[in-house]
């Protein structure tokens, strides 16, 4: 273990990431941060400890706290809509279950099949409005459009939604590990509180006019029979729900095909072997996933004292699991910094996490994945990406590019 306090804040780390949990794997399993978090870099430890929920917690805030010079402006905007409540990524069983299994049914692999013609159809037009030889930003052009049409599918939104989508979903996770300008903050204040207002609109509209999607299934969890408090407090649920499977569903994984991209855009002999094997496809998406998993880190809260790499950590200690750092593990992944779909293995890797709360988006995403890379098979000889150009989100949680530039090589 290392006994030199970490800033993950600093500018060092969240620019250079991939370096500096090197640095830190070559110091021991596990750090101590600057605000006095662990730090999981080991592949063994990050997955011990997603996988025992009665130990580390999941119910913890995963969002910086408000700034005090705009602590009361956004307190104002957030009292003209419903409160958030703890619902997936925030919460234990018996919770926690409850409300995955509102949702789950939209994910499952039969639900999944029935998408997958569409999420094809879809990718074949964007894939087949890609310039040749131009410049261009590949996350806008490909990597954003596609799970957001997805996600509008699933939840049951309408296309012309597909902007408001991904400016809801960049306000939602602004904060998580991150803190925006004074500036920013309330605009995406703004933008949280007109996704409520919009979300309750359509939840009614989408129930009585039996629209299909997860949005109208869980419009009729609505108590009816006392808006004022029981509504009230369902309604607040289901805005926490709605909102996270619009970042799971949309704002991880449009970074992640850009990212994917990035990693194995300019290999022309390995999209001539995804033409030829479709199926390859499948393996390309897990490596690039250890490799780029836009959901960097999974806080945890330890619930009762316990013992983690030598270290005797007390209820209430952070544990912080680096998905980043143990992804690139040399224990679990030999050469782990080369991209090598063959490679033994490829499928153990934990972007999505572990245990309870493993992503319930996982399947989705590695769907649109696996379809985007196929279909852009068809298209192009190859896709160079400058990824030295790419702008980041500075966030030691959820790490990916705002902007892709990229040139496209089509096909004859």
């Given amino acids: ?64 706290s408000v700034p005090g010079d705009i602590a009361d402006e956004v307190a104002a905007i957030r009292a003209q809509g419903w409160p958030y409540t703890n619902a997936l990524g925030t919460s ?5 279950t409850r409300n995955r299994q509102m949702v789950n049914k939209a994910f499952t692999p039969r639900a999944l099949t029935t998408l997958e013609p569409l999420v094809r159809h879809a990718a074949a ?32 939104l309408p296309p012309e939604r597909s902007t408001d989508i991904r ?23 703004a933008d949280l509180l007109d996704f409520q207002q919009t979300m309750v609109t359509v939840m009614r509209e989408n129930r009585e006019n039996g629209t299909p999607g997860v949005i109208a299934e869980l419009a009729q969890a609505i108590d009816e029979e006392d808006p004022d408090s029981g509504e009230g407090v369902q309604v607040s ?20 095909i850009a990212e994917a991209v990035r990693l194995v855009g300019s290999d022309r002999a390995l999209w001539q072997r995804l033409r030829d094997d479709p199926s390859h496809a499948e393996f390309v998406v897990e490596e690039c996933l250890r490799l780029a998993s836009p959901t960097q880190s999974a806080r945890r809260v330890v619930a009762v004292a ?19 750092g143990a992804n690139r593990d040399e224990h679990q992944f030999a050469h782990a910094d080369v991209c090598d779909p063959d490679r033994e293995g490829v499928r153990s890797q934990i972007a999505f996490g572990q245990g ?23 298209y192009v000889d190859a896709i160079d990406a400058a990824g030295s150009e790419a702008v980041y989100t500075r966030s030691y ?9 990229a040139v496209v090589h089509r096909r004859a």
Wanted: proline content about 6%; hydrophobic content about 45%; charged content about 20%.
């Fill in 1 to 64: 273990m290392t006994s030199v306090p970490v800033d993950i804040a600093s500018s060092e780390f969240l620019d250079t990431p991939v370096q500096c949990l090197a640095a830190l794997r070559g110091q021991g399993r596990t750090a101590i941060t600057t605000d006095g978090w662990v730090i999981v870099t080991d592949f063994d430890l990050a997955r011990q400890v997603l996988t025992d929920p009665k130990t580390y917690s999941s119910h913890i805030h995963k969002h910086v």
């Fill in 92 to 96: 234990d069983a018996p919770l926690h």
């Fill in 125 to 156: 037009d964007l894939a087949a409005a890609l310039p040749d030889g131009e410049s261009i930003d590949f996350l806008t052009a490909f990597g954003e459009p596609l799970p957001v049409w997805a996600i509008s599918k699933v939840l049951g």
């Fill in 167 to 189: 400016r809801w979903s960049t306000a939602a996770v602004a904060s998580i590990g991150a803190t925006p300008s004074s500036e920013d903050w309330l605009r995406y204040e």
């Fill in 237 to 256: 649920l289901l805005l926490t729900l709605l909102r996270e499977l619009v970042v799971a569903g949309n704002e991880t994984t449009g970074k992640f």
């Fill in 306 to 324: 316990t013992e983690l790499d030598g270290r005797q950590l007390a209820p209430g200690t952070i544990v912080m699991v680096s998905l980043a």
């Fill in 356 to 378: 309870p709360h493993m992503c319930i988006g996982a399947g989705l995403a590695r769907l649109e994945s696996k379809i985007a890379l196929q279909v852009l098979a068809q």
């Fill in 397 to 405: 949680i959820i790490r990916g590019p705002i902007t892709m530039p």
